[in-house]
């Protein structure tokens, strides 16, 4: 079975631009969460998705937006680049949507993403 | 707010040892807690999950401890090898799918 897929791997843009990012989840499973990663603030939640719609959603800006299609896969997009979002932006997908008690998430291999 | 606090320290452990980690929190109460590993240039990968009504879970040479009064979890490796080398994050849930990691915690398991 393949697992979570992200596309591209490397990206390096510049302040002020926009960028999106990919996420082909394990078939099947149907929910999306994206993760950013970086040395001084670890793992943080971005949003979740399941049946293209938003179930949860951390504490980042506006700027920061997602989507779910039809076929499970996901995009995120981040607009108005800033240095600080340089990090390691992470996929996870899950069987299950998870009510109180959530599921086991398998990741993919993140997309980097540097701005300059 | 809510904090998680692994071990900031790298832990270094000879081989065939038994390896222990903590993972504490405040101002939470979650639902589950799950244990990663992640390795360098590499996404987290799922170890194993335990639910605030549970006490003990193990896999294979792993076990997970999660005592909910004292806000705490203790993931224990035994016989650990030199591949079991990589970093260990703790996550908690509360709500779906969404996890709050702690920063992990480095393992080195030397011959």
């Known amino acids: 079975k393949a697992g979570v897929t992200q596309t591209p791997r490397y990206l390096i843009k510049t302040r002020g631009q926009q960028v999106t990012l990919s996420c082909s989840p394990i078939?099947?499973?149907?929910?999306v969460s994206w993760y950013q990663q970086t040395p001084g603030q670890g793992l943080q939640f971005l949003f979740e998705?399941?049946?293209?719609?938003?179930?949860n959603k951390g504490n980042f800006p506006g700027r920061f937006s997602g989507r779910q299609f039809s076929n499970s896969r996901s995009e995120m997009n981040v607009s108005t680049l800033e240095l600080g979002d340089s990090a390691l932006y992470l996929c996870?997908?899950?069987?299950?949507?998870?009510?109180?008690?959530?599921?086991?998430?398998?990741f993919g291999p993140g997309t980097r993403l540097t701005v300059t | 707010s809510q904090k998680i606090e692994q071990n900031s320290e790298a832990l270094n452990i000879q081989e065939g040892k038994t390896a222990t980690l903590t993972c504490n929190y405040t101002?939470?109460?979650?639902?589950?807690l799950q244990w990663y590993r992640q390795d360098p240039g590499r996404g987290p990968v799922f170890l194993l999950l335990?639910?605030?009504?549970?006490k003990e879970k193990r896999k294979e040479r792993l076990k997970v401890t999660f005592d909910t009064t004292l806000k705490q979890s203790l993931f224990h490796i035994t016989a650990s090898q030199p591949a079991d080398s990589a970093t260990y994050l703790c996550a908690l849930g509360g709500g779906g799918n969404k996890l709050t990691f702690g920063t992990g915690t480095q393992l080195k398991v030397e011959l």
């Open positions: 101002n939470y109460s979650p639902a589950y």
């Open positions: 335990i639910r605030e009504n549970e």
């Open positions: 996870a997908s899950s069987k299950l949507a998870g009510t109180s008690w959530g599921y086991e998430q398998y």
């Open positions: 998705y399941f049946s293209e719609t938003q179930r």
């Open positions: 078939s099947g499973h149907r929910s």
